[in-house]
């Protein structure tokens, strides 16, 4: 009897189904691979079942016997219809017979027998175990935090930078004659290229260059120019300069390598009601945004509502630029 066991486990590596004559067929139900949620995969499964109904001789069993002994089959039958005698005798006998890695069976009391499966892998699937990707989200580097003093010392430098600028000029008004007018406009000059918000024209601004400015300021202005309508020129320019370099919160729904998924998820983000929603293009990746603020604290209030109000973009983070 071990030897049919051996048979029937070598065909079931190869064939779906082994039928022992006169007394049923072994069966492999495969289940395909399958996804849990949105990153995690399962591998295909087997699960093998006796079917006693199927007792025809398809000569699968036989052949195995013919080809591993070399033996007519006339006498590969006669091993089978012997190793079934066996079988059916153990199970009066002992109630119970183990099949090796098939599985065993049990007799109940109405004389009936019932199959009870062991863990059963065909080779093709063997060694695949369940796999869990990372959403590209979960990739992205995450941004060193600055801490609210870190943040100040630029403009704690700007600040100082202007103030220093200012006593100077004062001091030179003091100096040099009243009636030239070219002090005056070099003083509202400087104090709107200094920019006391942060403009990138302070890292250009040091002791040595401002006085070169002056001089160089002095050669081209006529003295007669009037003062005020020039500090009104000029201040427009700098709260304009400093506008532009307010930094911008973007809430970021999904980062795509792919320009047509990023424009799959353009167009759902319009279905939702996000009509200011756009993309930005960094070099191997393309960002896409549902909205984009000023303020950080209604980017981070508008995405928490996001998360709440919108299952699909749980995912949704901030960045900042």
Not at 180 to 191: E, F, G, N, P
Request: aromatic share 8%; glycine share 6%; net charge negative.
């Amino acid at each position: 009897m071990n030897e049919l066991v051996s048979h029937i486990e070598f065909l079931l590596h190869d064939h779906n189904c082994v039928i022992i004559p006169g007394f049923g067929g072994f069966v492999v139900n495969t289940s395909p691979a399958r996804r849990d949620g949105i990153s995690t995969f399962f591998p295909p499964s087997c699960e093998l079942v006796f079917n006693r109904d199927l007792t025809h001789n398809d000569g699968l069993l036989a052949q195995s016997y013919m080809k591993s002994e070399e033996i007519p089959f006339e006498a590969a039958m006669t091993k089978i219809e012997l190793a079934v005698e066996e079988l059916k005798r153990r199970l009066r006998d002992d109630r119970q017979v183990v099949l090796g890695d098939l599985g065993q069976f049990i007799m109940n009391d109405d004389k009936r027998f019932v199959y009870k499966p062991s863990h059963f892998v065909q080779p093709v699937f063997f060694g695949l175990s369940k796999a869990a990707l990372k959403p590209l989200i979960q990739m992205q580097s995450h941004a060193v935090k600055v801490s609210p003093k870190e943040e100040r010392q630029p403009r704690y430098r700007s600040i100082g930078i202007a103030a220093a600028a200012a006593s100077i000029l004062l001091l030179m008004m003091f100096l040099l004659p009243v009636g030239d007018r070219t002090i005056v406009r070099q003083s509202a000059q400087i104090l709107s290229e200094t920019d006391l918000f942060g403009s990138p024209f302070q890292r250009n601004i040091t002791g040595g260059n401002v006085s070169e400015g002056v001089v160089a300021e002095v050669a081209v202005v006529s003295t007669t120019e009037n003062i005020q309508p020039e500090l009104a020129a000029q201040t427009p320019v700098a709260v304009a300069a400093a506008d532009e370099d307010q930094p911008r919160y973007y809430i970021i729904v999904g980062v795509y390598k792919v320009k047509e998924v990023a424009e799959k998820m353009m167009a759902n983000l319009l279905e939702n009601g996000f009509s200011d929603r756009g993309w930005m293009i960094r070099p191997g990746r393309i960002d896409v945004y549902a909205l984009s603020f000023a303020d950080r604290e209604d980017a981070q209030s508008t995405l928490r509502k996001i998360h709440k109000e919108y299952p699909d973009y749980r995912d949704a983070w901030i960045l900042k630029r």
